[in-house]
């Protein structure tokens, strides 16, 4: 664990205080905070000591700078750290006028993703207007009962079955929750959008100023166009027909069951599931092209890698549950195993020729974003679901995911990918296993649980596929790499 030095500071100085030479002629009598600290040093005049308190009072003194730069005497240094640890040492305050600029970068990044709506639906402004109106809605709807969570109710009954209104409050409950300052802006980009359009809004929907944020430094505004990306990319899909359900569900069951035997249903319904999604654009192009695909396997390692790099997070919801202790150990066992897995999904990227900065820079393709926050809101509201995906990410017993399908084939075309992956792939098997370790331990499971996490896991199925379609889309046409970001992305 890393440890906190003096250093770390950005602009030093002491806080408000005053300082005397006590009468002994060696100890300095420092008053701050209503108390009184006493500070002297073997060897050292107390007159130094005073100066160099002093001087700590000015951020720009020379002894913060041989501080910062290491060549402050030993004295110096342990004197530093005393009143470091007195919590006497304070830092330049970021201003308002730091709060005022990230406000006023938020509203341009708004205007920019209005603009970009009005651009890609141009032709169509009169279907698109009223999903807007549709989102603020949902936006507004209180969370759900965690537990007794359905996708099927969400848009219902105009909006049922609509993949992107569907994706839509998955990410706006995930936001909720892990980055909240994304929901007003979402709400802003909404209204701007709606109103271009020509739809009146009603006093509650009127846009006013984005409020100033009040905290800087915690979450990454990185994110923030990641996520105003994925908004306008589900507004510009919901009207469209392609927007429809691909695989809404499988026949509910009727009566209660063990978990073993929901896993055999499950691991059915998987296989009848990924018969009807059929092969992925993705598939088809890279089996077409072969080894000219390089542009196309670059970017499935990159969205994959982005995916790692959060996977733990989707474990994590689950590890608060007050499960039973089997059910805990197989959590905890699994969270351990995906610690670090971003680690051999970078070196695998770097290998084929991906340039690290550009992987630290890029942003996710909007389903690629959604997938990781869909899974970690059923992990909060619907584990049983959760559980049940798992089965289509890391595949069933004697099936291998879709990822692994894809990664299977590239490591045939690219050496580069098995060289750096070498010794990863054995896990696989274990991963396999998981959804039926976890059911084995259920005894028992209600028909309405068993129906929603079928409707859990048809749902993961179908963004999982639709997540590859997306990547054929965006890196399939590219001579040259092209990472994504809010102006690079092309949904056509």
Same mark, same amino acid.
């Given at each position: 664990?890393?440890?906190?030095?003096?250093? /770390?500071?950005? $602009?030093?100085?002491?806080?408000?205080?005053?300082?005397?030479?006590?009468?002994?002629?060696?100890?300095?009598?420092?008053?701050?905070?209503?108390?009184?600290?006493?500070?002297?040093?073997?060897?050292?005049?107390?007159?130094?000591?005073?100066?160099?308190?002093?001087?700590?009072?000015?951020?720009?003194?020379?002894?913060?700078?041989?501080?910062?730069?290491?060549?402050?005497?030993?004295?110096?240094?342990?004197?530093?750290?005393?009143?470091?640890?007195?919590?006497?040492?304070?830092?330049?305050?970021?201003?308002?006028?730091?709060?005022?600029?990230?406000?006023?970068?938020?509203?341009?990044?708004?205007?920019?993703?209005?603009?970009?709506?009005?651009?890609?639906?141009?032709?169509?402004?009169?279907?698109?207007?009223?999903?807007?109106?549709?989102?603020?809605?949902?936006?507004?709807?209180?969370?759900?009962? $965690?537990?007794?969570?359905?996708?099927?109710?969400?848009?219902? #009954?105009?909006?049922?079955?609509?993949?992107?209104?569907?994706?839509?409050?998955?990410?706006?409950?995930?936001?909720?929750?892990?980055?909240?300052?994304?929901? #007003?802006?979402?709400?802003?980009?909404?209204?701007?959008?709606?109103?271009?359009?020509?739809?009146?809004?009603?006093?509650?929907?009127?846009?006013?100023?984005?409020?100033?944020?009040?905290? %800087?430094?915690?979450?990454?505004?990185?994110?923030?166009?990641?996520?105003?990306?994925?908004?306008?990319?589900?507004?510009?899909?919901?009207? $469209?027909?392609?927007?429809?359900?691909?695989?809404?569900?499988?026949?509910?069951?009727? %009566?209660?069951?063990?978990?073993?035997?929901?896993?055999?249903?499950?691991?059915?319904?998987?296989?009848?599931?990924?018969a009807q999604l059929g092969e992925s654009g993705l598939t088809r192009r890279m089996e077409r092209e072969g080894a000219d695909s390089g542009?196309?396997?670059?970017?499935?390692?990159?969205?994959?890698?982005?995916?790692?790099?959060?996977?733990?997070?989707?474990?994590?919801?689950?590890?608060?549950?007050?499960?039973?202790?089997?059910?805990?150990?197989?959590?905890?066992?699994?969270? /351990?195993?995906?610690?670090?897995?971003?680690?051999?999904?970078?070196?695998?990227?770097?290998?084929?020729?991906? #340039?690290?900065?550009?992987?630290?820079?890029?942003?996710?393709?909007?389903?690629?974003?959604?997938?990781?926050?869909?899974?970690?809101?059923?992990?909060?509201?619907?584990?049983?679901?959760?559980?049940?995906?798992?089965?289509?990410?890391?595949?069933?017993?004697?099936?291998?995911?879709?990822?692994?399908?894809?990664?299977?084939?590239?490591?045939?075309?690219?050496?580069?990918?098995?060289?750096?992956?070498?010794?990863?792939?054995?896990?696989?098997?274990?991963?396999?296993?998981?959804p039926q370790l976890f059911f084995r331990e259920m005894s028992l499971l209600g028909a309405a649980a068993q129906r929603r996490a079928l409707?859990?896991?048809?749902? %993961?199925?179908?963004?999982?596929?639709?997540?590859?379609?997306?990547?054929?889309?965006?890196?399939?046409?590219?001579?040259?790499?092209?990472?994504?970001?809010?102006?690079?992305?092309?949904?056509?």
């Amino acid at each position: 664990m890393e440890t906190w030095r003096i250093n /770390q500071y950005r $602009a030093p100085q002491l806080v408000s205080f005053s300082a005397r030479l006590d009468a002994d002629g060696n100890t300095v009598v420092l008053a701050a905070d209503a108390n009184e600290y006493k500070l002297a040093f073997n060897g050292v005049e107390g007159g130094r000591v005073l100066d160099s308190v002093l001087a700590m009072a000015n951020p720009g003194s020379e002894i913060w700078f041989d501080i910062h730069s290491g060549t402050a005497q030993p004295w110096q240094l342990s004197l530093a750290r005393q009143l470091d640890e007195l919590s006497l040492i304070r830092d330049a305050p970021a201003g308002r006028s730091a709060l005022e600029m990230r406000r006023l970068e938020q509203e341009s990044l708004i205007q920019r993703c209005v603009c970009r709506l009005l651009a890609v639906c141009s032709e169509r402004a009169a279907l698109h207007a009223p999903i807007a109106l549709a989102m603020l809605r949902l936006l507004d709807e209180p969370p759900p009962v $965690a537990g007794a969570f359905s996708l099927g109710e969400v848009g219902a #009954p105009e909006w049922a079955d609509n993949f992107a209104l569907q994706t839509f409050h998955l990410q706006k409950l995930y936001l909720e929750d892990n980055l909240p300052q994304l929901i #007003p802006l979402w709400r802003r980009v909404l209204q701007g959008f709606a109103e271009a359009a020509g739809l009146p809004l009603n006093a509650m929907e009127a846009q006013g100023r984005v409020a100033r944020p009040d905290v %800087m430094g915690f979450y990454c505004p990185t994110q923030e166009e990641a996520y105003l990306l994925c908004l306008v990319e589900l507004v510009r899909m919901a009207p $469209a027909p392609r927007a429809n359900r691909l695989l809404p569900g499988w026949p509910s069951p009727t %009566m209660a069951d063990s978990g073993v035997n929901f896993m055999r249903r499950a691991r059915q319904c998987r296989r009848s599931g990924l018969a009807q999604l059929g092969e992925s654009g993705l598939t088809r192009r890279m089996e077409r092209e072969g080894a000219d695909s390089g542009v196309l396997v670059q970017g499935l390692f990159i969205e994959q890698y982005h995916v790692s790099r959060r996977f733990a997070e989707i474990i994590a919801p689950l590890m608060i549950k007050r499960m039973r202790l089997p059910l805990k150990q197989h959590v905890h066992r699994y969270f /351990q195993e995906e610690l670090g897995r971003e680690v051999y999904g970078r070196s695998v990227c770097e290998a084929l020729g991906v #340039p690290a900065a550009w992987l630290d820079q890029a942003l996710p393709l909007p389903l690629f974003q959604a997938y990781v926050d869909a899974f970690t809101v059923l992990g909060r509201y619907d584990p049983i679901g959760y559980l049940a995906a798992l089965t289509a990410f890391e595949g069933g017993l004697g099936m291998k995911s879709l990822a692994c399908m894809q990664e299977g084939r590239v490591a045939e075309e690219r050496a580069c990918y098995s060289q750096a992956g070498s010794g990863e792939g054995g896990a696989d098997e274990g991963f396999a296993a998981l959804p039926q370790l976890f059911f084995r331990e259920m005894s028992l499971l209600g028909a309405a649980a068993q129906r929603r996490a079928l409707d859990s896991m048809a749902y %993961m199925m179908e963004l999982g596929h639709r997540a590859l379609e997306q990547v054929a889309s965006f890196y399939g046409g590219q001579a040259r790499l092209t990472m994504c970001s809010l102006d690079s992305f092309d949904a056509e």
